[in-house]
């Protein structure tokens, strides 16, 4: 049962999460940010943050700096629009899945037109 509950509080600060990084105005945050996933711990007192960034290297870490910067605000958001016992502390990972799904598919069609 706790498994399945932890579940529903990730997919919940997920959703909210996301709706809260489109608000911010900082210019280093890009458009083309999502948030691949989070993981909340038992105690919800922190919550660690899988974020995937189109753009260079330098940019994912001007958006990596700004978003650990605006970890305060976020966290007052969430504690805001959701009813939890504790408000988790942000942690903002880069997550690569997507980037790395996208060149595994360009082998793919390259492998393909080679045949």
């Not at 049962?1 to 999460?17: F, T």
């Not at 948030?35 to 909340?40: A, I, M």
Request: charged share 30%.
């Amino acid at each position: 049962m706790g498994k399945n509950r932890m579940g529903r509080i990730s997919e919940e600060v997920k959703r909210e999460l996301s709706s809260i990084l489109r608000e911010l105005k900082d210019p280093r945050i890009p458009l083309m940010l999502s948030v691949v996933s989070v993981t909340v711990t038992n105690d919800l007192r922190y919550a660690k943050a899988y974020v995937s960034i189109m753009g260079s290297e330098q940019e994912k870490k001007d958006c990596l700096a700004a978003l650990k910067k605006a970890a305060g605000f976020v966290r007052h958001e969430i504690g805001q629009r959701l009813d939890l016992r504790y408000t988790p502390e942000f942690v903002f990972v880069m997550d690569n899945s997507i980037a790395h799904g996208a060149y595994i598919n360009q082998l793919i069609h390259e492998t393909m037109d080679k045949q």
